[in-house]
């Protein structure tokens, strides 16, 4: 198999010089010599082994692996006729060609690597009767021999003289073994770490047999707390071969046993897998969105930060597919809490049903997590969203948010507005704070961009109203914090705002800064914008 996914013809290679073919065959196999243990290792679990264990010293290597079939009698033949230079030239020739089409890679790599010893041994078994050693030194015949019962109970194979990077052979080794089945050993030790097994810091994860072209197909899914990118990692027997994103899906990651599906055989290549999976897409994002379904309809037990991040995932689910989008509606996904204070899960039709009408706008009163409801004057239900809860539920419905009346004592808000006057007065254009303002525009007839532009801001500014209102004159700023921001739709500066923000949505931390002057930037913002440039 080469680099590039393409079976090799090994009848156009065969030539008088066995030995320098068998080279080739292995540069078009393996990137290098240090990816010969990972090969064997997939060997082994396609054998069906419960434990695999590596010992990479300095001059040797050795692979032991526990159950499983071993190596067949058919390949041990054809790998002695293969090593013994002394047998005739086409029948070596055959046994390269046989090796091939049983998806004996490996196999083959090690004697391209051109070692000075070679020793398989292989238990009896099912389709191996007897238990049988295969022993070759170089310049010698290779010797096959069958072994009294019971034999050895694990399989084997043990190289010597054949040079290899211990550190690059097990940090490969490491990278592709990461969603591995079984227990992986190297040196008497785990190669991974508990942590570093299967999908690191996910909400959950969750095992199928999905039902691929007729076939059962082993898939393992995991929820992450972060990224916006649905993964497939593709495995050929337990190791990683490629991987592939799904667009237009939620965020998932899934790693997707590939050996079951048809007309892929040992060997396969990047491409090759790439291809196969594409049509099973559709399929395996839908189940992925079914468990996150099913989570979400008994979410007791899951932390509040995991259920807000379910919640962002279905809802862009229910953005993309109208499938799914009915279900979604009836998952009590949103916590409300009700004026009495009492706590509430509601669902997406509950929600909908709360929106009210405040000036020709669609309202829904919310809080943000960190904000404590004990804090204001609940008149109707109050929903905790986040920033992201927000903007997907502002583009879904098309409506805005508004938190409740701030709950206040009488002397400590005149002792509050006397201190916080000089504040308010710092910065601001008498003038144009004095000057009427125009009217306010309902967000049903703003534009994509200004809407978007809303959106973003809402996200960013906490406890505070933000509008448009008609006219072309100066942002303004009412109260301290500010309380309200009014954006003129004609302003200059608020068409650059959105150009920017359209253009790119990190974009409105600086233009944010512009529209406020430079003063009283939010705390919520400014921590926001540290992270998103942090990750950057």
Not at 184 to 201: K, Q, Y
Not at 285 to 314: K, N, P
Request: proline content about 6%; hydrophobic content about 40%.
């Amino acid at each position: 198999m080469s680099e590039h996914g393409q079976r090799l013809d090994v009848g156009s290679l065969l030539t008088i010089d066995v030995e320098s073919e068998l080279r080739k065959l292995t540069q078009a196999q393996l990137q290098g010599p240090w990816q010969l243990p990972a090969e064997l290792v997939r060997q082994a679990l396609r054998a069906g082994a419960l434990r695999v264990e590596v010992e990479l010293g300095r001059n040797q290597l050795r692979v032991r692996a526990e159950g499983g079939e071993g190596i067949s009698p058919e390949v041990l033949r054809e790998l002695a006729a293969l090593l013994d230079g002394s047998r005739p030239t086409e029948r070596r020739h055959r046994a390269l060609s046989t090796l091939e089409r049983l998806g004996a890679l490996a196999l083959l790599g090690l004697v391209g690597l051109d070692p000075s010893a070679l020793q398989i041994l292989t238990p009896a078994s099912v389709g191996n009767r007897q238990p049988m050693r295969l022993e070759w030194r170089r310049g010698q015949a290779a010797r096959l021999e069958r072994l009294e019962a019971p034999g050895p109970r694990d399989a084997q194979i043990v190289v010597r003289g054949a040079k290899l990077d211990r550190a690059r052979a097990k940090e490969w080794l490491a990278n592709v073994a990461r969603h591995a089945p079984v227990p992986i050993l190297v040196d008497g030790r785990p190669l991974l770490r508990a942590s570093e097994v299967g999908f690191e810091g996910a909400i959950c994860v969750v095992q199928y047999d999905l039902e691929l072209a007729g076939s059962s197909a082993p898939c393992t899914f995991a929820i992450p707390r972060e990224g916006d990118i649905a993964r497939i990692f593709l495995l050929q027997d337990g190791l990683l071969s490629a991987h592939m994103s799904v667009p237009d899906a939620p965020c998932f990651e899934a790693a997707l046993e590939t050996s079951s599906l048809p007309d892929l055989g040992p060997g396969a290549g990047a491409a090759r897998l790439r291809e196969a999976a594409t049509p099973h897409l559709e399929a395996i994002t839908a189940a992925a969105v079914e468990h996150i379904i099913g989570m979400c309809r008994d979410g007791a037990s899951l932390a509040t930060a995991d259920r807000s991040r379910l919640t962002q995932i279905l809802l862009s689910c229910a953005r993309r597919s109208r499938e799914h989008a009915r279900t979604i509606a009836r998952l009590p996904l949103f916590r409300g809490i009700e004026p009495d204070g009492r706590e509430r899960w509601c669902d997406l039709l509950s929600l909908r049903q709360s929106v009210h009408e405040d000036y020709g706008e669609r309202q829904l009163t919310a809080l943000f997590p960190d904000q404590n409801p004990a804090d204001f004057v609940a008149e109707r239900r109050v929903y905790i969203l986040d920033e992201s809860e927000r903007a997907l539920l502002g583009e879904l419905l098309e409506l805005g948010f508004r938190q409740p009346r701030r709950r206040v004592e009488g002397r400590r808000s005149l002792a509050r507005s006397l201190r916080e006057l000089p504040r308010a007065l710092r910065g601001l254009d008498l003038a144009a704070a004095l000057r009427p303002g125009g009217r306010l525009v309902p967000e049903t007839e703003l534009d994509a961009g200004e809407r978007g532009l809303l959106i973003q801001l809402r996200a960013a500014m906490e406890g505070c109203e933000v509008a448009f209102c008609t006219g072309s004159g100066p942002v303004r700023r009412v109260g301290s914090g500010p309380d309200k921001l009014l954006m003129p739709r004609g302003s200059a500066q608020v068409q650059a705002a959105i150009l920017a923000v359209t253009r790119d949505p990190s974009w409105v931390y600086p233009a944010l800064l512009a529209l406020l002057d430079g003063s009283e930037f939010p705390t919520r913002a400014r921590r926001r914008w540290r992270i998103d440039s942090w990750r950057a």
